[in-house]
């Protein structure tokens, strides 16, 4: 199975990387901008199942790369989970045009480009599942936090683009779903909370989504699904 995770280079993205790679028949691509912490496991566990990928999806030029290598692997893409963040905690009126624009790239347009550009390498066979993590932040009805405008918002529209796509691709054999995470204890959290204590960490987060991506789509299509034992 061929396994593609964006934002993979620490927190729940790590984690994931290294539990599908403890089935040998998986191959993971690992995508992040910083690939150090996954060339130090691929190292450390001796293994050819996971292939790290230096990228950044804000770069048009960068997801070409990432098409580019997929393609040559002459492999159907099964999974694709848009795992990459970024996070903003000001005031509102002192966020910054360059404040949005970055948050923005990095949560809806580079998610929006990445799928875009895959679809053609998508398994039509066995069907494909797109996967976006998204927030509580950006999940409507749930609280919502002073400061997180410009993230919240960014994971809304991360949110409401997995509803859309879905109908678009109903005939393509491809299942797209979003789960709106709730408080983990990672870095981004303590970006958004400094020193709240989260309930869950990042292994056991991986660990649902790991299963969810293996066989969420085949009940769930288009759905976004809350995973909140806490928001924060």
């Known amino acids: 199975m061929l396994i593609l995770i964006i934002g993979s280079s620490k927190g729940i993205g790590f984690e994931m990387v290294k539990l599908f790679s403890q089935n040998p028949s998986n191959l993971i691509i690992a995508v992040s901008r910083n690939i150090d912490s996954l060339n130090k496991l691929v190292k450390e566990k001796n293994t050819h199942s996971i292939l790290p990928i230096k990228s950044d999806i804000t770069n048009p030029l960068q997801i070409k790369k990432i098409f580019k290598i997929i393609k040559g692997l002459n492999l159907p893409l099964d999974i694709l989970i848009n795992n990459a963040g970024q996070i903003v905690n000001k005031p509102f009126e002192n966020i910054t045009n360059k404040d949005l624009q970055s948050v923005y790239q990095t ?41 997180l405008s ?64 293996l066989t969420g789509h085949e009940y769930f299509n288009g759905k976004i699904i809350p995973v909140s034992s806490s928001n924060p």
């Open 107 to 147: 949560n809806v347009f580079g998610p929006f480009m990445l799928i875009q550009i895959l679809l053609p390498l998508m398994n039509l066979k066995n069907k494909s599942h797109i996967l976006n993590i998204s927030s509580m932040g950006g999940f409507q009805g749930s609280s919502k936090f002073a400061g």
């Open 150 to 213: 410009a993230y919240s918002s960014s994971k809304g529209a991360l949110s409401i683009l997995s509803e859309c796509l879905a109908e678009e691709f109903k005939t393509k054999n491809i299942s797209i779903n979003c789960l709106a995470l709730g408080a983990v204890q990672t870095e981004m959290l303590n970006l958004a909370f400094p020193g709240y204590k989260a309930l869950l960490n990042s292994k056991q987060m991986a660990k649902f989504i790991c299963h969810f991506a």
